[in-house]
């Protein structure tokens, strides 16, 4: 399993029965997680000491319920700046175990010698797209929620990269990639966080299932000539780390060499020493 076990500000203290205890910087968050299926004596005294608890319906969907958190807060990794918020489905804006792909891409940016341009796809609040740019690359940052793209523009301006080489786009993330192709542009890094089911612009279907491995045979079209990685992030179930590696190796590896590898990722637990499971990722490097 692939850790994101570098945070300072942020922290998985405990969790039991269905829900995760974490410190996001100064503030404590209760929030549900499918994955924490067990049962445990909840002891740290911070279970009682809430800042926000987030409550899941047994109809669906559920609601935050606040005792003392702002409207707004800042949490930091490394050198990057990121503005946080209660909002819709538990999340804050976010997701904190995507550190150690941050990290591990960051690196290759910077040891490849070379201007390195990236595209990064469903890109949601720009956690990746601001540690691609820290590290030296340009970026295309592409998602289809005009709020999240504004978001990752302000997350961009407080870790100090408001004048980066960062492309902004609203759009279709599908049909951004027929036009690059068809532009022909090209990218030496790709990234996509793909959601499990979601909608376009102009409430075009997304379904990870039916979609994903088409969307990956038209990304590698963009690669360039001297490709340096493509990174795949799911938190669908269906897809465990052997289904990524299989696209990515009958896709990506086939054809341009290097290696495949998919772990999932995971957040250390402070109070027992666990591994929270977040998800998957697969990657693949030259």
């Known amino acids: 399993m692939w850790i994101a076990d570098q945070w300072k500000e942020y922290e998985v203290i405990d969790c039991s029965k269905g829900e995760k205890l974490?410190?996001?910087?100064k503030y404590i968050l209760l929030r549900p997680d499918p994955q924490v299926i067990w049962d445990t004596k909840r002891q740290d005294r911070r279970w009682r000491k809430l800042n926000a608890h987030y409550h899941r319906s047994s109809r669906g969907?559920?609601?935050?319920?606040?005792?003392?958190?702002?409207?707004q807060w800042d949490i930091h990794y490394r050198n990057l700046t990121f503005h946080l918020k209660p909002f819709h489905f538990k999340h804050t804006g976010l997701f904190p175990e995507q550190a150690v792909n941050w990290d591990w891409f960051s690196e290759k940016i910077r040891r490849a010698g070379r201007p390195i341009k990236v595209l990064n796809l469903f890109a949601y609040t720009g956690g990746a797209t601001l540690a691609a740019a820290a590290a030296g690359a340009s970026v295309v940052h592409v998602d289809a929620s005009k709020g999240m793209v504004t978001w990752a523009k302000e997350n961009a301006v407080a870790s100090g990269l408001g004048d980066a080489p960062i492309r902004w786009l609203v759009d279709d993330c599908v049909k951004f990639v027929e036009r690059e192709i068809r532009r022909g542009?090209?990218?030496?890094g790709i990234i996509m966080d793909p959601p499990s089911y979601g909608?376009?612009?102009?409430?075009e279907i997304w379904k990870i299932e039916e979609k994903i491995f088409p969307l990956i045979r038209l990304c590698e079209k963009l690669l360039s000539k001297d490709p340096l990685f493509f990174l795949i992030n799911s938190y669908t179930t269906g897809l465990q780390p052997a289904v990524l590696s299989y696209m990515l190796g009958s896709l990506i590896e086939k054809k341009h060499g290097g290696r495949v590898e998919s772990q999932e990722i995971g957040l250390p637990v402070s109070t027992n020493g666990l591994v929270l499971p977040c998800g998957a990722s697969?990657?693949?490097?030259?």
Not at 185 to 188: C, K, L, R, V
Request: net charge negative.
């Open 199 to 203: 909608r376009g612009p102009k409430g």
């Open 22 to 25: 974490e410190r996001w910087g």
């Open 282 to 286: 697969g990657r693949w490097t030259v």
């Open 61 to 71: 969907g559920g609601e935050w319920e606040f005792f003392d958190l702002p409207e």
């Open 185 to 188: 542009n090209h990218y030496d």
